[in-house]
Each structure stands twice: as C-alpha cells, then as structure tokens.
C-alpha cells in the first residue's frame, strides 16, 4: 500500500474461501439476507441452492432477483434438498431456532443468525441438540470478520499494541428503531439485538469478563421501547477497563454524532471510526487509524465493509472449518454460548440496579 509501512499493510483483512465451495440453503428469507447475505454470498463466489421462507412470496422475490435456482415450498423440502452435503444459514427470529435445530439431519454444517435463541437457557438446549446431532455449527457474529476488526485483532496478535489496557466503545447516533416492527414486542432490546456483537467481539479481543456492569434506559421518542440506549462496563480486573456507552437515541446531527472504537494497548493503539453507525440510512465507510511502538497514527486503508464482507468471510470460516481447511471455528456455537450468558448477565444487572448512596443525616457537612 502506497505510504503504508509494511508491518500495517500486512495486517489480515479478509478471510479465503474455501477450496471447495459447497451450496448453501437459506431458510428464512428477511432483510438481513436480501441486505447482507445473499450480496456477500455473490460476491465471494459462494454457491446458494435454494430457499425457504413461510412467506412464499419473499423467498420468491428473493430467489428471482438473486438468480437462486430452489425455492423450496416446506421447511421439510429444503432440508431434504439440502442434506449433510450443502450448509445451511439459519437466519431466523430467536425462537424459531430450536425448533428448526430439531429438524436438521445428523452430521450437517448450519450457520445460525445472532442471537443464539432468545436467551442464554434456551442457547443451552439449542447448542445440546447440535451437539447430539454430531452438527458443526456456527453463530453469525460477523463483527469478528469485518476487514477492520480482523486487522485490528491481527495487530494485537502480533504484539503491535503490548498489553491490551483499554478498551471503549462510544456512540451518538440516531438507530431508526421504528423500521423493526417487531422491536415494541420485546423485553429488552439494546443489549440482545445490538451490543450483544460488541459483547461477543470483546469476548474474543480479551478473553471472559470478571462480571458485568450494565443500565439499559428508554427514551420518550420510543415510549413503548423496552430501551434503547445502554452504559456498560466490563470487569477485567485492574488489567482493563472496558466501557462501553451507546446512545441510539442522538437527535442533534450530523453535528456531533460519534461512532467509535478504541483499543490502546502499552505501545501502541487503534481508533476505529464506525461509519456505518453514523448515519445508518447513508452508511459511510469504516475509517481506522493504528499507531505502534513509537510509530506516528497511521490511517489503514480497508479492503472492504461489514456489510457484505463479514457475510462472506464468517460463511467462509465455517465451511473452511467443516472440510478441514481451518484449525479454529471462530464463532462456534459453544463460544457463541458464553456470548449469550453474558447478554443475560448483562440484562440482570441492568434490573437489579446500583448500589444506593447512605443517606447523609440533615445538617452534615455544613
């Protein structure tokens, strides 16, 4: 890369296809695969064989503008069609996991679209049933395989960074929740829908918290939100603070408006401006910048985007992982598990509240 040291432009940002691509069954046929999925798989050279949807005239919609072959007209026919040979990508709501978990043949190869269930108790039976079933499984926590998080997670492999003593994540912007009819229907949402890829993704940087500190708030524009706005710390100990505030609810831009990620480390530090996040109707591109052991900031260009990059490549890692061409399934169910449980310790903490202050008796201090 032109001006770019060589230690930089090395950094990874993408993920090779498998050698041997096999076709993939999408069942559920929503936005996220018409967005994300089926572009990412049409870019990357991945095979898609057929879909299924209970609404039939979205996985033909589908199926006619992706140019896919199949539309299968019952779940039981697309798992058929399937089998143990293709992949399956599961992208469907939370608690219609299990249930079509349930029905998957022994030995097969399923990619499941975040969240693992609608909660940590239901992830357990969910990731059991793959297990008796012999499934290799993955979660879509694709953040993990953005072109900017693989090449900040290659630096801090590599000891660019040192000792990882910081990490933030910082937004004000402006989520139009009202585009997700299902979202007043919801318990919580922040946590679970969002920060849950934050969650999972610093799981993978620093390894398992100590425990969670988390406070989820509504806001007057969404008055029949569960929330939408969340403070939360992660306990590392006195090796790391991890904080994380995220305000979904910002009504004063462009002006101001911040998406950011910080990771500093003893000798060195990345600052990733998430442009997707700053206006989600008219994303921009992801702007990182990296300095290390004494170097000056360097911004890094990127050799792609989330959205369908990280698609792609989380895809790619499962099936390079089933035919033996990848040593690690990055987002593993079991792993994907912990993700969960912390969610769930995450949404505790948020009901139980702080600790209360004493109260001082009148005339103290004066």
Same mark, same amino acid.
């Given at each position: 890369?032109?001006?770019?040291?060589?230690?930089?432009?090395?950094?990874?940002?993408?993920?090779?296809?498998?050698?041997?691509?096999?076709?993939?069954?999408?069942?559920?046929?929503?936005?996220?695969?018409?967005?994300?999925?089926?572009?990412?798989?049409?870019?990357?050279?991945?095979?898609?064989?057929?879909?299924? $949807?209970?609404?039939?005239?979205?996985?033909?919609?589908?199926?006619?503008?992706?140019?896919?072959?199949?539309?299968?007209?019952?779940?039981?026919?697309?798992?058929?069609?399937?089998?143990?040979?293709?992949?399956?990508?599961?992208?469907?709501?939370?608690?219609?996991?299990?249930?079509?978990?349930?029905?998957?043949?022994?030995?097969?190869?399923?990619?499941?679209?975040?969240?693992?269930?609608?909660?940590?108790?239901?992830?357990?039976?969910?990731?059991?049933? @793959?297990?008796?079933?012999?499934?290799?499984?993955?979660?879509?926590?694709?953040?993990?395989?953005?072109?900017?998080?693989?090449?900040?997670?290659?630096?801090?492999?590599?000891?660019?960074?040192?000792?990882?003593?910081?990490?933030?994540?910082?937004?004000?912007?402006?989520?139009?929740?009202?585009?997700?009819?299902?979202?007043?229907?919801?318990?919580?949402?922040?946590?679970?829908?969002?920060?849950?890829?934050?969650?999972?993704?610093?799981?993978?940087?620093?390894?398992?918290?100590?425990?969670?500190?988390?406070?989820?708030?509504?806001?007057?524009?969404?008055?029949?939100?569960?929330?939408?706005?969340?403070?939360?710390? @992660? $306990?590392?100990?006195?090796?790391?603070?991890?904080?994380?505030?995220?305000?979904?609810?910002?009504?004063?831009?462009?002006?101001?408006?911040?998406?950011?990620?910080?990771?500093?480390?003893?000798?060195?530090?990345?600052?990733?401006?998430?442009?997707?996040?700053?206006?989600?109707?008219?994303?921009?591109?992801?702007?990182?910048?990296?300095?290390?052991?004494?170097?000056?900031?360097?911004?890094?260009?990127?050799?792609?985007?989330?959205?369908?990059?990280?698609?792609?490549?989380?895809?790619?890692?499962?099936?390079?992982?089933?035919?033996?061409?990848?040593?690690?399934?990055?987002?593993?169910?079991?792993?994907?598990?912990?993700?969960?449980?912390?969610?769930?310790?995450?949404?505790?903490?948020?009901?139980?509240?702080?600790?209360?202050?004493?109260?001082?008796?009148?005339?103290?201090?004066?």
């Amino acid at each position: 890369m032109n001006g770019i040291p060589d230690t930089l432009a090395a950094l990874r940002q993408a993920w090779p296809m498998p050698s041997r691509p096999r076709p993939i069954t999408v069942i559920g046929c929503g936005g996220i695969v018409r967005d994300a999925h089926l572009p990412a798989y049409r870019k990357a050279g991945l095979p898609v064989a057929g879909v299924f $949807d209970l609404n039939g005239e979205a996985a033909r919609l589908l199926a006619r503008d992706f140019d896919v072959p199949a539309v299968h007209a019952s779940l039981e026919e697309a798992i058929a069609a399937c089998g143990s040979e293709g992949v399956f990508d599961l992208a469907l709501p939370p608690e219609a996991v299990l249930e079509t978990v349930r029905q998957l043949p022994h030995g097969a190869t399923v990619l499941i679209q975040k969240p693992l269930g609608p909660d940590g108790a239901t992830a357990r039976r969910i990731v059991a049933e @793959l297990d008796a079933r012999a499934i290799v499984a993955a979660t879509n926590f694709q953040l993990r395989f953005t072109p900017s998080m693989l090449a900040i997670c290659d630096a801090v492999d590599k000891g660019l960074f040192g000792d990882i003593v910081d990490v933030d994540v910082h937004l004000a912007v402006y989520m139009p929740w009202e585009l997700w009819s299902f979202i007043p229907r919801l318990e919580a949402v922040e946590i679970p829908l969002h920060s849950i890829h934050y969650l999972d993704w610093i799981r993978g940087l620093v390894g398992e918290p100590r425990s969670i500190y988390a406070r989820s708030v509504k806001h007057p524009r969404y008055g029949n939100q569960a929330d939408a706005r969340s403070s939360i710390i @992660l $306990d590392y100990g006195d090796r790391v603070r991890c904080c994380l505030s995220l305000n979904h609810t910002y009504g004063h831009g462009p002006r101001h408006t911040e998406a950011t990620i910080r990771v500093e480390g003893m000798k060195g530090a990345a600052q990733l401006t998430v442009g997707y996040l700053l206006d989600y109707l008219r994303p921009q591109p992801e702007r990182l910048e990296i300095c290390y052991q004494g170097q000056p900031w360097t911004a890094l260009p990127l050799a792609g985007e989330r959205a369908p990059d990280s698609f792609a490549y989380v895809m790619a890692n499962l099936q390079r992982f089933a035919a033996g061409e990848d040593a690690r399934l990055v987002t593993d169910v079991h792993d994907a598990l912990k993700t969960m449980l912390l969610v769930d310790a995450g949404l505790k903490s948020s009901r139980l509240g702080g600790v209360v202050p004493e109260a001082a008796d009148e005339g103290e201090g004066r």
